[in-house]
C-alpha cells in the first residue's frame, strides 16, 4: 500500500481535492482534524499543553484554541514546541489508521504542514494542491470568523508556495480556471499502478 501525503497552503482547496479522491473510495486521513480531536483526548498532548502554557489552558476538559492562540502570538517560539508536541502523536495514530486500511492500493493523508512538521519521510510521495495568493485569501475570508489580517497571519507562518512546490512530487492546479477533476483522475492512475513510472502526467 502506498501512503500519499497531500498538501497546501490555507485557502489553497486541499480538502476539495481529498474530497474528490474521496469519491474514487480512496480512504483519507485528515490530520489537521485529527489533531484537533487529539488535542482533547491524547493524554501525552494534554499534558504536554498544560506544562507549556498552564492548567487554564484547558476548560472543563476542552482545548481553549483561542487562548493557545494569544501564547503563540506572543512568544513565537512556542509554536514549535507544540507543534513538536502534537504531529508526533498525529502520526503514531495515522500509523494505526493505516493498518486498518492495508488492502488499498494507497492512501492519502491529508495536512496543512507536511513539509513545515519535517513530516515527508513518512510518505511515499507528496502532492501539493497550489492557488494564487489573491484566490486563497477570498477563499479564507468566507469562512466563519475570518478576518484578511487572520488570513495573512496563517499564510505567513506556512511555508512559501514557491517553495511548497519544490519540495512536492506533485502539484495540482487549482486556480478555478484548470479542471481538477482530470489532475485527480490521473493521480489516481498513478497512484493505483504497481509502478509510479508506468505513468506519465
Not at 485557502?11 to 479522491?21: A, D, E
Not at 469562512?143 to 517553495?163: C, D, F, P, W
Request: with cysteine.
Amino acid at each position: 500500500m502506498k501512503i500519499i501525503g497531500v498538501t497546501g497552503g490555507i485557502g489553497s482547496g486541499k480538502s476539495l481535492i481529498c474530497r474528490v479522491f474521496a469519491l474514487l473510495n480512496v480512504p483519507v486521513y485528515n490530520a489537521d482534524l485529527w489533531a484537533r480531536e487529539l488535542t482533547n483526548s491524547d493524554p501525552t498532548i494534554m499534558d504536554g499543553l498544560k506544562q507549556l502554557m498552564g492548567e487554564t489552558i484547558y476548560n472543563k476538559g476542552v482545548l481553549d484554541r483561542s487562548l493557545m492562540a494569544d501564547f503563540v502570538f506572543r512568544d513565537k517560539s512556542l509554536l514549535a514546541k507544540v507543534n513538536q508536541l502534537i504531529h508526533p502523536q498525529v502520526y503514531h495514530h495515522f500509523n494505526n489508521w493505516c493498518n486498518r486500511h492495508n488492502h488499498c492500493h494507497y492512501v492519502l493523508h491529508e495536512s496543512a504542514v507536511i513539509f513545515e512538521s519535517n513530516g515527508s519521510r513518512y510518505f511515499e510521495s507528496v502532492v501539493t494542491v497550489s492557488a494564487p495568493p489573491d484566490l486563497r485569501i477570498s477563499r479564507v475570508l468566507e469562512r466563519e470568523g475570518m478576518t484578511r489580517e487572520k488570513a495573512l497571519a496563517v499564510i505567513s507562518n506556512q511555508l512559501s508556495e514557491k517553495a511548497r512546490i519544490a519540495r512536492a512530487d506533485y502539484v495540482i492546479v487549482n486556480d478555478e480556471t484548470r479542471l481538477v477533476i482530470p489532475q485527480v483522475l490521473k493521480l489516481h492512475q498513478l497512484f493505483c499502478s504497481r509502478n509510479d513510472e508506468e505513468i506519465i502526467i
